[in-house]
Nanobody
């Protein structure tokens, strides 16, 4: 079995920073693209940032210049450094990764359980 476990969420004041982590564990063969998504109350889940196995990154416009996605391939971990946080960044943040387990020949998407980020004064 493959699992993704997020950590690092919490309550922060506007303008503050948080760093989210997401570690993949289990019978991992290869980890491909990893990503962060978020879902605010009453809204659909939306993509925030992606990072390929070769460290190419993409960001949605509303986080460019404020958020940075990175990964540590030796630890099968993806990070999201969030700076200049705004109240509208409040959401549950989910990590997602395409992983091929040892038992499979094709990669498939896995999701973490989510971590709450609240930006409020």
């Amino acid at each position: 079995q493959v699992q993704l476990v997020e950590s690092g969420g919490g309550l922060v004041q506007p303008g503050g920073s948080l760093r989210l982590s997401c570690a993949a564990s289990g019978s991992i063969g290869s980890v491909y693209t990893m990503a962060w998504h978020r879902q605010a109350p009453g809204k659909q889940r939306e993509l925030v940032a992606t990072i390929s196995s070769g460290d190419s990154t993409t960001y949605v416009d509303f986080v460019k210049g404020r958020f940075t996605i990175s990964r540590d391939n030796a630890k099968n971990t993806v990070y999201l450094q969030m700076n200049s946080l705004k109240p509208e960044d409040t959401a549950v943040y989910y990590c997602n990764a395409f992983i091929r387990s040892f038992r499979e020949t094709l990669a498939r998407p896995y999701w973490g359980q989510g971590t709450q980020v609240t930006v409020s004064s």
